[in-house]
């Protein structure tokens, strides 16, 4: 299992090296110059030189990656003599348009982001995973066709057309919840739960159609093996029978696909977040694309690409936990 553990980390830092190289070669290779973009419009060209100097943007593009890298490992220094300014680690520069640090803005953000993913997760879970069993189980009974009928509308609603309609129903018309807005947990929880309740309603009608379907499927499947009849001809009760030898390999597709999801929303739930208007990484990232504050942009996409990365580190894991042949495969 270590040795399984090591191979993972090992092709983990490879990801992230490669996408960290691609970004900054994306952001590289765009028209825009970034020392135009932190001076602003109303500059000199003496201006713009001195901030190219300050940024090392006069250095080669294998130095400036090389740059990058060693700020997010240990931290780098922008300019030299008293101009200097520190950037601790991890580095990821300063934004544009407040000069703030980036990692210092996506920390800011990150507990409402977390808050809105974790919570929707949990509807999802529950509703999407429990509506598949029960319609594998009752295969062509009215509640199948109408949990797969409503599974099929969550997914093929847009997320800013649910999230408005459920901000006129609940809020303007019916007047049972509050305008989402950001409320520590730590000082009123039942006011937490409220403001982010639409937000996890939004999010949970679209991923909970998606398990739901795919976890009927599953089920379905597992429910047709030979060892499942096997289990039932051995007398075992239905409730041993669907949890311990048909719910678990049908689980395996769920871990992958959970995983991932969860990975991305705590990169930041952009529409949802921006329409709700919650201080997220998601909205950080739309106002940076607004503003083409390039560093936040660059920061974000590798933010929520290594919650991505690390979220898939951590399905491989659930694998080898579930399934031990994994382990030997790997």
């Known amino acids: 299992m270590i040795l399984y553990l090591l191979r993972r980390l090992a092709v983990t830092a490879a990801i992230l090296l490669v996408i960290c190289a ?19 419009k109303a500059c000199s060209p003496e201006r713009i030189a001195e901030i190219r100097t300050t940024l090392g943007l006069d250095h080669s593009p294998l130095r400036q990656f090389g740059d990058y890298l060693t700020g997010i490992v240990s931290g780098r220094t922008y300019g030299s003599g008293p101009q200097a300014v520190d950037c601790p680690f991890p580095c990821l520069g300063f934004s544009f348009q407040t000069d703030q640090p980036v990692w210092q803005l996506l920390t800011s953000r990150l507990p409402v982001s977390f808050s809105i993913a ?14 598949g069993v029960v319609s594998a189980l009752r295969r062509g009974s009215l509640w199948d066709r109408a949990a797969m009928t409503a599974a099929l509308g969550g997914v093929s609603l847009p ?3 649910t999230a408005l309609v459920l901000q006129y129903l609940l809020v303007v018309r019916l007047e049972l919840l509050p305008y989402p807005q950001v409320v520590p947990f730590t000082a ?4 937490w739960a409220q403001s982010m309740l639409m937000p996890w309603i939004t999010l949970a009608l679209l991923y909970a159609g998606i ?7 599953e089920m379905l499947e597992s429910l047709g093996q030979n060892y499942v009849r096997t289990a039932r001809a051995k007398g ?3 409730l041993t ?22 990975g991305a929303l705590l990169g930041g739930a952009l529409i949802t977040e921006s329409v709700f208007g919650l201080p997220g990484v998601g909205k ?47």
């Open 188 to 191: 009123d929880p039942l006011g």
């Open 236 to 238: 075992l009760p239905e």
């Open 241 to 262: 029978v669907v949890r311990r030898h048909a719910l678990r390999p049908a689980l395996m597709p769920i871990v992958t696909i959970f995983g991932m999801d969860l």
């Open 284 to 330: 950080l990232a739309a106002d940076a694309i607004a503003s083409a504050d390039q560093p936040v942009i660059l920061g974000v996409t590798l933010f929520a690409a290594s919650f991505v990365v690390l979220a898939n580190l951590l399905v491989d894991l659930v694998y080898a936990v579930l399934d031990p042949r994994v382990r030997a495969v790997g």
């Open 22 to 40: 691609a970004t900054f070669a994306i952001f590289y290779l765009m028209p825009a110059d970034p020392a135009q973009g932190a001076c602003g």
């Open 118 to 131: 974790v919570g929707a997760a949990v509807l999802w879970l529950a509703v999407g995973v429990g509506a």
């Open 159 to 161: 997320i800013y057309f």
């Open 211 to 217: 398990y739901a379907r795919v976890t009927r499927g």
